[in-house]
C-alpha cells in the first residue's frame, strides 16, 4: 500500500501541475485575445474621420494635440501657457496641465524624428497628411496599451472572481474608443493612471496610488472630479488606524503627495506669474457653464432658465462649487466613517457623477470619468452600471455626428449592448423580485429610447428656429437618466452603509 502511495502521488501532483499551467495558459490566451480585439476596434476606429477633419481655420482636437507638439518642441518651456508673438494662444493654447504638455514634448520629438514639417513652428498648422494621421493615431494607440490596457489588466487580476470579464469591459466601452481613437484626446492616459491609482489602493500601496493619482491629475484636471474619494477613503485609513501608525501614514502621504507634485510642477511654480498663467489656462471660468449641449443639470434646465442672462460667472461658479459640494457630501462622509475598498468604488462613482452633473465648465467628454469609476465597480456586475455605461455613450452620439463618426458609433454601441445581453441575465424571467424586473425594463428602455432618439436626428432635420433640437433632446434624455441613477446610487450606497453599521452595533 505504501509503495502505491508514493508511486501514485506524484503523478497526481504532475496532473493537477498540468491542469493548473493549462488553467493559466487559458486565462493568460483569453486576456491576450481580448487586448487584440480592443485593439482591433480602436484602430479601425481611427480609419474613420476626426475632430475639425478638413475644418479650417481652427480644425479641432486632433489639430490642438498636433499643434501643442508643435509648441512644446520649438518654444522654451517658459512660453508654452504663455501668450506671446510665437505662442497664439488663441489658437489652440496649451489648456491641460504640465504632464500632458511633457506627454506633447515626448511625441513632438518623435514626430520631429520622422518628419520636421508635421511640426514645424507656424507652418504646420493645419497640415491633414495621410502620414501624420497615422503618426498621431499610433501615438494615442501606444499611450492607450502602454497606460489605458496595462492598468485595466493589473486591475482585473488583482480581483477573485470575473477577471477576464471585467477586462474585457473595460477595454471594450464604446465611449474611451469613440473619444480617443475617433474623436482624438489622450484621455486613456489620465483614465490609465487613475484606474493605476484603485489598484494600488486595493494592494494597499496607498503612498504609491497618491503618486499616480498625482501623476493622472497633473495630466488632466478633470480628475479632480474623484479627489475626493481617494481623499476620504485615504484620510478614513488615517483615523481607523492606531494614533501614532494614522500620523505616519498622514504625513506620509502629505509629504508624498507634495513632493510629487512639485516635482511635476517644478518648472512652473519657480516664477509666480507663470504660474498664475497655467492656473488660468486650466481653470477657464470665462469660457462658458458647459461646453456645447453636455447631458448635465445646468445644460438640461437651460432649456427653462437663461443662466447667462440671470447670473453672473462669479456667482455661477459658486452655485456650482456649493452645489457639487453638496452633493458629494453624503458619500464622502460614508466613505470617511467606513473606509472600505468597496466602498471606495462606489463612493468615486458618485463623486466623479455629481462633479458631471453639477461642477462648472463641464464637457460632454468628461462622462468618460465617471464611466471609469462604473467599470470598476463591474466586479460585482449590476444593471445600474450597466445602464449608466450605456446612456453614456448615448450622450456622446451629437459630438460623434459632428466628427463623421455615425457608423462607428452604432457599431461600438451594439456592440457593447449584445456583449451585455450575452453575458448576463437581462431578460425577463418569472418569479424574479419587482426590483429586479424593474431595473431589466429600465436597462432596455433607456438603451433603446436613445436609439430611437439618436436614428431619429439623422433621420429628420429639426426646425430651423431649432437646428440644435435633436442635441438638446438626447443630452435631457440622458441627463434624466444620469440624475435618477446618481440618486439611486446614493441612498443604496449610504443606507446599506448604515444598515451594516446598526447590525454592528447590535
Given at each position: 500500500?505504501?509503495?502505491?502511495?508514493?508511486?501514485?502521488?506524484?503523478?497526481?501532483?504532475?496532473?493537477?501541475?498540468?491542469?493548473?499551467?493549462?488553467?493559466?495558459?487559458?486565462?493568460?490566451?483569453?486576456?491576450?485575445?481580448?487586448?487584440?480585439?480592443?485593439?482591433?476596434?480602436?484602430?479601425?476606429?481611427?480609419?474613420?474621420?476626426?475632430?475639425?477633419?478638413?475644418?479650417?481655420?481652427?480644425?479641432?482636437?486632433?489639430?490642438?494635440?498636433?499643434?501643442?507638439?508643435?509648441?512644446?518642441?520649438?518654444?522654451?518651456?517658459?512660453?508654452?501657457?504663455?501668450?506671446?508673438?510665437?505662442?497664439?494662444?488663441?489658437?489652440?493654447?496649451?489648456?491641460?496641465?504640465?504632464?500632458?504638455?511633457?506627454?506633447?514634448?515626448?511625441?513632438?520629438?518623435?514626430?520631429?524624428?520622422?518628419?520636421?514639417?508635421?511640426?514645424?513652428?507656424?507652418?504646420?498648422?493645419?497640415?491633414?497628411?495621410?502620414?501624420?494621421?497615422?503618426?498621431?493615431?499610433?501615438?494615442?494607440?501606444?499611450?492607450?496599451?502602454?497606460?489605458?490596457?496595462?492598468?485595466?489588466?493589473?486591475?482585473?487580476?488583482?480581483?477573485?472572481?470575473?477577471?477576464?470579464?471585467?477586462?474585457?469591459?473595460?477595454?471594450?466601452?464604446?465611449?474611451?474608443?469613440?473619444?480617443?481613437?475617433?474623436?482624438?484626446?489622450?484621455?486613456?492616459?489620465?483614465?490609465?493612471?487613475?484606474?493605476?491609482t484603485c489598484t494600488l489602493l486595493h494592494?494597499?500601496?496607498?503612498?504609491?496610488?497618491?503618486?499616480?493619482?498625482?501623476?493622472?491629475?497633473?495630466?488632466?484636471?478633470?480628475?479632480?472630479?474623484?479627489?475626493?474619494?481617494?481623499?476620504?477613503?485615504?484620510?478614513?485609513?488615517?483615523?481607523?488606524?492606531?494614533?501614532?501608525?494614522?500620523?505616519?501614514?498622514?504625513?506620509?502621504?502629505?509629504?508624498?503627495?507634495?513632493?510629487?507634485?512639485?516635482?511635476?510642477?517644478?518648472?512652473?511654480?519657480?516664477?509666480?506669474?507663470?504660474?498664475?498663467?497655467?492656473?488660468?489656462?486650466?481653470?477657464?471660468?470665462?469660457?462658458?457653464?458647459?461646453?456645447?449641449?453636455?447631458?448635465?443639470?445646468?445644460?438640461?434646465?437651460?432649456?427653462?432658465?437663461?443662466?447667462?442672462?440671470?447670473?453672473?460667472?462669479?456667482?455661477?461658479?459658486?452655485?456650482?462649487?456649493?452645489c457639487t459640494l453638496i452633493s458629494i457630501?453624503?458619500?464622502?462622509?460614508?466613505?470617511?466613517?467606513?473606509?472600505?475598498?468597496?466602498?471606495?468604488?462606489?463612493?468615486?462613482?458618485?463623486?466623479?457623477?455629481?462633479?458631471?452633473?453639477?461642477?462648472?465648465?463641464?464637457?460632454?467628454?468628461?462622462?468618460?470619468?465617471?464611466?471609469?469609476?462604473?467599470?470598476?465597480?463591474?466586479?460585482?456586475?449590476?444593471?445600474?452600471?450597466?445602464?449608466?455605461?450605456?446612456?453614456?455613450?448615448?450622450?456622446?452620439?451629437?459630438?460623434?455626428?459632428?466628427?463623421?463618426?455615425?457608423?462607428?458609433?452604432?457599431?461600438?454601441?451594439?456592440?457593447?449592448?449584445?456583449?451585455?445581453?450575452?453575458?448576463?441575465?437581462?431578460?425577463?424571467?418569472?418569479?424574479?423580485?419587482?426590483?429586479?424586473?424593474?431595473?431589466?425594463?429600465?436597462?432596455?428602455?433607456?438603451?433603446?429610447?436613445?436609439?430611437?432618439?439618436?436614428?431619429?436626428?439623422?433621420?429628420?432635420?429639426?426646425?430651423?428656429?431649432?437646428?440644435?433640437?435633436?442635441?438638446?433632446?438626447?443630452?435631457?434624455?440622458?441627463?434624466?437618466?444620469?440624475?435618477?441613477?446618481?440618486?439611486?446610487?446614493?441612498?443604496?450606497?449610504?443606507f446599506s452603509n448604515l444598515q451594516k453599521?446598526?447590525?454592528?452595533?447590535?
Amino acid at each position: 500500500m505504501s509503495k502505491k502511495f508514493k508511486i501514485t502521488r506524484p503523478h497526481a501532483q504532475v496532473k493537477r501541475r498540468k491542469a493548473n499551467e493549462t488553467g493559466k495558459v487559458s486565462t493568460t490566451l483569453k486576456f491576450f485575445l481580448a487586448a487584440l480585439t480592443a485593439i482591433c476596434f480602436r484602430w479601425s476606429t481611427g480609419f474613420g474621420t476626426y475632430s475639425g477633419f478638413n475644418n479650417p481655420p481652427m480644425y479641432g482636437d486632433f489639430e490642438a494635440q498636433r499643434h501643442w507638439m508643435e509648441i512644446t518642441v520649438n518654444l522654451p518651456l517658459s512660453e508654452w501657457y504663455i501668450h506671446t508673438n510665437r505662442n497664439d494662444l488663441m489658437y489652440w493654447g496649451l489648456d491641460y496641465p504640465p504632464l500632458t504638455a511633457y506627454h506633447s514634448f515626448l511625441f513632438g520629438k518623435l514626430a520631429q524624428y520622422f518628419n520636421a514639417s508635421w511640426v514645424e513652428l507656424h507652418k504646420s498648422r493645419g497640415f491633414e497628411g495621410t502620414d501624420l494621421k497615422l503618426f498621431m493615431r499610433s501615438t494615442v494607440l501606444i499611450s492607450d496599451v502602454l497606460v489605458f490596457f496595462t492598468s485595466c489588466y493589473a486591475y482585473s487580476k488583482s480581483l477573485p472572481s470575473h477577471m477576464y470579464l471585467l477586462f474585457l469591459f473595460m477595454l471594450l466601452y464604446p465611449g474611451n474608443i469613440l473619444i480617443d481613437h475617433g474623436h482624438f484626446q489622450f484621455n486613456c492616459v489620465s483614465l490609465g493612471l487613475y484606474i493605476g491609482t484603485c489598484t494600488l489602493l486595493h494592494w494597499n500601496y496607498d503612498i504609491a496610488a497618491a503618486v499616480f493619482f498625482v501623476f493622472s491629475l497633473s495630466f488632466k484636471q478633470m480628475e479632480l472630479y474623484h479627489a475626493p474619494a481617494i481623499f476620504c477613503y485615504l484620510l478614513g485609513k488615517c483615523l481607523y488606524s492606531p494614533l501614532k501608525k494614522g500620523l505616519i501614514k498622514f504625513f506620509s502621504l502629505a509629504f508624498v503627495v507634495c513632493f510629487t507634485f512639485g516635482l511635476i510642477w517644478y518648472p512652473f511654480i519657480t516664477d509666480i506669474e507663470q504660474f498664475r498663467a497655467v492656473i488660468s489656462r486650466i481653470f477657464p471660468f470665462n469660457r462658458g457653464l458647459y461646453e456645447d449641449k453636455v447631458a448635465n443639470i445646468w445644460c438640461s434646465l437651460s432649456v427653462f432658465i437663461k443662466w447667462k442672462e440671470i447670473v453672473s460667472i462669479q456667482n455661477m461658479v459658486c452655485i456650482c462649487a456649493a452645489c457639487t459640494l453638496i452633493s458629494i457630501l453624503p458619500g464622502c462622509i460614508t466613505l470617511l466613517t467606513n473606509p472600505t475598498a468597496e466602498n471606495f468604488n462606489r463612493c468615486s462613482l458618485i463623486s466623479s457623477l455629481s462633479f458631471f452633473l453639477f461642477s462648472y465648465h463641464v464637457h460632454e467628454k468628461s462622462i468618460l470619468i465617471p464611466a471609469v469609476s462604473a467599470l470598476l465597480t463591474l466586479k460585482s456586475p449590476t444593471l445600474t452600471v450597466f445602464t449608466f455605461l450605456l446612456t453614456s455613450t448615448i450622450s456622446l452620439f451629437p459630438l460623434c455626428v459632428k466628427d463623421g463618426l455615425t457608423v462607428a458609433f452604432f457599431s461600438l454601441t451594439f456592440m457593447f449592448y449584445c456583449l451585455i445581453v450575452g453575458t448576463f441575465e437581462t431578460s425577463l424571467r418569472k418569479n424574479e423580485s419587482i426590483f429586479e424586473f424593474l431595473w431589466k425594463i429600465l436597462f432596455h428602455a433607456s438603451f433603446w429610447g436613445g436609439m430611437i432618439l439618436c436614428f431619429t436626428s439623422i433621420c429628420f432635420e429639426p426646425p430651423d428656429k431649432y437646428p440644435h433640437l435633436f442635441s438638446l433632446l438626447i443630452s435631457v434624455y440622458c441627463c434624466m437618466f444620469f440624475t435618477f441613477i446618481w440618486l439611486y446610487l446614493n441612498v443604496a450606497f449610504v443606507f446599506s452603509n448604515l444598515q451594516k453599521f446598526k447590525v454592528k452595533t447590535n
